[in-house]
């Protein structure tokens, strides 16, 4: 039994460790404005908001259409047709560079 346990402790640490990054990921903030919450609730889902102000000194109306439309067509991402409007200019309006 006493062999055991630091296997156990090992595995609460993991689980620890894991749920703390994925808090973290979470506390991403998004500049406040028309479409954010749509925007925010969508691609958080797959990956981390970091990519939108990363990607904004590269981005402009296109750049932001064709990456929201290659969320859709390669990755699947759950975007309705009326939504993406909203999106690409809730991106446009606010993570553009170029
Ligand atoms: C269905 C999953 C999914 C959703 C939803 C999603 N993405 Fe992505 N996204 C990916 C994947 C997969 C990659 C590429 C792999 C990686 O780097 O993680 C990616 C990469 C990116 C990149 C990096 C550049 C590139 O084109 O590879 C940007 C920018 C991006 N996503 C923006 C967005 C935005 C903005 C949204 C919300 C409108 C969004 N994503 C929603 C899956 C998704």
Redesign the pocket.
């Known amino acids: 039994m006493s062999r055991a346990a630091p296997r156990i402790a090992l595995a609460a640490c993991i689980a620890t460790c894991c749920a703390r990054a994925f808090a973290d990921e979470g506390s991403v903030q998004l500049v406040d404005g028309a479409g954010r919450e749509l925007?925010a609730g969508?691609?958080v889902?797959?990956?981390s908001l970091d990519?939108?102000p990363m990607?904004a000194p590269v981005m402009n109306r296109s750049g932001?259409d064709k990456?929201?439309h290659?969320?859709i067509d390669k990755?699947?991402?759950?975007?309705r047709p009326e939504d993406v409007n909203t999106?690409v200019g809730y991106?446009t309006d606010h993570y553009s560079g170029s």
Do not use: E
């Not at 990755?75 to 975007?79: E, K, Q, S």
């Open positions: 925007t969508i691609c889902t797959c990956h990519y939108i990607n932001w990456s929201v290659k969320m990755f699947g991402a759950p975007i999106i991106l």
